[in-house]
């Protein structure tokens, strides 16, 4: 019988230059078409770019901060109940609530067209860090969701 999920906390190595977990796994999901090398490049100048325009914290706890202001708290799952569907809000799972933040950092660089991409993350990432930008909207409109329908909240269980 197969496994359900690999085992990739185990096996996932830390980056070259900052030596963290999380860098790694934003550049894997960052990644496409199995190209790492282009990823890597891609994380590293937007961080060289982070670090030309902030001088006092270094460019990783910006990328830090700005993934723990997207990361959400709630959210909301269908549960279907005497035939009806509710939106349940629900509190979210620190492996989700990372990925999810990572997943709506990356789909914000990837919508926005003109910029090479390594100027459009880093411009996400510092919009993101001052608590302002693509992310944090997609982040604030599942609170929203999930205040507006707390209601159904008796029937998480």
């Known amino acids: 019988m197969s496994k359900k999920f690999t085992a990739s906390k185990e096996t996932l190595k830390p980056d070259v230059r900052y030596n963290d977990i999380v860098v790694s796994k934003f ?46 708290e709630i959210e909301v799952r269908s549960k279907r109940v ?32 003109g910029k090479p991409i390594a100027e459009r993350l880093a411009t996400e990432l510092m919009n993101a860090f001052n608590k302002e930008g693509d992310s944090i909207t997609k982040r604030e409109n599942i609170h929203k969701m999930a205040e507006a329908n707390r209601l159904f909240a008796h029937f998480a269980w």
């Open 27 to 72: 550049i894997n999901c960052l990644m496409l078409q199995g190209k790492k090398s282009t990823a890597e490049r891609i994380f590293y100048n937007a961080m060289d770019i982070i670090g030309k325009k902030v001088k006092e914290p270094k460019p990783v706890e910006v990328f830090r901060t700005a993934l723990d202001n997207v990361k959400p």
């Open 82 to 113: 005497g035939g009806q569907t509710y939106q349940v809000p629900c509190p979210v799972s620190p492996k989700r609530r990372q990925s999810l933040g990572i997943k709506w950092i990356i789909g914000a660089t990837r919508s926005k067209k």
